[in-house]
């Protein structure tokens, strides 16, 4: 990909789709920290890359962001997975009607690093 110069505050995302066969086609788009997850799903779907017409998706809602191996819903900013600003986050981009159910195994482990609060690790809180 073409290196290109990240404003210092917004956050790159490098989209990845799925491609069946073919391992994944990726696209960048710049957000801002307050962006949600369903504002992402609703840009991408308005601004969709010619590189993926041949896996367009009748309607945004139908689009996932998957970031570290968890779906992210619609509500979830930026700003709350404490992305960097200035660079460039991997998340994948999926087409999925609906969100897996919340594993009773998927709680936050409780440790001195973290700050114990929603959102301090990824694998509770509804962010899934």
Not at 85 to 103: A, F, S
Request: hydrophobic share 35%.
């Amino acid at each position: 990909m073409a290196e290109h110069r990240i404003p210092a505050d917004k956050i790159n995302l490098r989209l990845i789709m799925p491609a069946y066969g073919e391992g994944g086609k990726a696209k960048e788009f710049l957000f801002s920290p307050n962006d949600s997850a369903a504002d992402i799903a609703q840009y991408v779907f308005d601004h969709w890359p010619q590189e993926w017409e041949d896996q367009m998706v009748p309607k945004s809602e139908i689009l996932r962001l998957i970031f570290q191996g968890r779906f992210l819903h619609g509500n979830v900013t930026l700003g709350i997975l404490q992305l960097p600003l200035g660079k460039t986050t991997v998340m994948h981009l999926v087409p999925r009607e609906n969100l897996p159910k919340i594993n009773s195994q998927d709680q936050c482990p409780k440790s001195k690093d973290r700050s114990g609060g929603c959102c301090s690790c990824l694998g509770s809180c509804s962010i899934i």
